[in-house]
């Protein structure tokens, strides 16, 4: 069973960064697409960027440019870089793997002046 740990959450101001990590153990992790979510207050969690196995991206169009989606499969991680964050940004960030319907716990991360 796949279980999926996120970090790197935190507090920063407009226009800094953050990266984000996941740690996936208890599976083979490097046959899944991973994904990272987000979920703001009242409203509906949705997809930020997604990495197939083949490392072939796609990104939510609010954060073109901006963010970044890796894998490091020998390591078992998935990475979030966000730069230039904004205060839409702020929300609860959740790593998964789709296929198999699998989530982290959340990562809150919070932009603001």
């Known amino acids: 069973q796949v279980q999926l740990v996120e970090s790197g959450g935190g507090m920063v101001q407009p226009g800094e960064s953050l990266r984000l990590s996941c740690v996936a153990s208890g599976g083979f992790f490097s046959i899944y697409t991973l994904a990272w979510y987000r979920q703001a207050p009242g409203k509906q969690r949705e997809l930020v960027a997604q990495?197939?196995?083949?490392?072939?991206?796609t990104y939510a169009d609010f954060v073109k440019g901006r963010f970044t989606i890796s894998r490091d499969n020998a390591k078992t991680t998935v990475y979030l870089q966000m730069n230039n964050l904004k205060p839409e940004d702020t929300a609860v960030y959740y790593c998964?793997?789709?296929?198999?319907?699998?989530w982290g716990q959340g990562t809150q991360v919070t932009v603001s002046s």
């Open positions: 998964s793997a789709p296929r198999i319907d699998t």
């Open positions: 990495i197939t196995r083949g490392e072939a991206t």
